[in-house]
């Protein structure tokens, strides 16, 4: 079979540009409108796309003032979305540092089972400073200790996930017998984080579990997708480092015995597009003039663990010097490493390093017109550096819009892209391996229609 391309809708705010909620391009919704959501997912669903996804914070930013905050919790939004579509996989962040298993596998079964097994989860690390006070804890936990309980976590939901056989329900009515008591099982876990009695009380959903998307880039990030990642979401500024990435992720995956074929890995792209390339450009000189520095700050801040650049000046010329080394940060340690490769390679001004992440966080950005946009998507896709894209448009719908009937178009048309969605759950489409039941371990699920 050709490869085949994955694309991934990325839902933020009006749009990934820190600016974009004043942009005049962007929706005038309000972020608690359902209808706003609505309207992207069907957008996407029409485009043919595999997914959309959303982001989550436990925390409320510091930044409010200048920045649009106040989203929705997503797994309540993707319950509202599985009823208004049909097709598209929907994906959802979830946090193992300040969840907890039993009441997360609930959640993610109904899902799947409202959605007909379009459902996926991205297992996070909360590492944003602040975060640790909104659950009743004093400190934040250090990045080993988070991906120590996270590795744990994983494990009680999937032994939860697995309490049901697929044929465990017999709903039969004349005999009287609901449901077969030797085909459902207790998970009975003890560990270092929890304890866990099980069985779950939800029947096991279409996809045996949700297709699990990670997004860690730092080394205990990558060992962690590599054990346990179905996609992954990651940020890379360049394609030279989006290959090594790749590269070393396939083959850690490859060492633990897995397929490489069975993780996707999906680097973010924030597209600016136009009808030429000046017209694109003043797409992001708009947004960067709408933008307030004390956003861009606070951003950098929260990379960095909370520490303090006030004292930088806006136009000054920034080195390395100017930042706390990035092994020693316990917050967002893979972006850290990101951005100070950065500093040293190109030594922005902060002012422009602000303006540089103000677009997409440390991800991709790319400026041109839909031919040059498709031939950057399928340069990475032939390279070895993607295996599709995480879709991050600068500003929404506007941008997306565009994304949608001009880029799209182009990749169908050099066979890269499908034009008509297939029957099958997420995991089909992914072109995942189904999830095997503990209760018949040589026979996988039947795959849905």
Known sequence: MTRQLHLNLFINGRGH??????HAGSTPRALTDLRYYQELALAAEAAKLDSIFFADHVVLGEDLA????????PLTLLGALAALTDRIGLIATASTTYSEPYNLARQFATLDHLSGG????????????GAAANFGQDRQSGIDQRYARAN???????????SWAPDAILDDRASGTYAEAGRIGRAEHRGSFFKVAGALNVPRSPQGRPVFVQAGASTDGRAFAARYAEAIFTAHLQKESAI??????????????RRGDQILVLPGISAAIGSTEREAQRVWDELNELSHPNVGLARLSNRFGGHDFSHLKLDQVLSVDDFPDPSLVEASRSRSQAITALVARERPTLRRLLHSLAGARGHFTATGTPEQIADVIADWFASGAADGFNVMPPILPAQFDLFTSEVVPLLRKRGLFRSEYEDGTLRDRLGLDPVLSRFDPAQPLQRSA
């Open 17 to 22: 540009h820190e600016a974009a909620w004043r």
């Open 66 to 73: 200048h920045s649009a905050r106040g989203e929705l919790e």
């Open 118 to 129: 379009r459902v996926g989860w991205n297992i996070v690390t909360s590492w944003a400073p």
């Open 152 to 162: 744990e976590f994983v494990e009680v939901v999937s032994k939860l996930w697995d």
């Open 244 to 257: 090594a990435f790749y590269d070393d992720i396939k083959t850690q995956a490859r060492a633990l015995g």
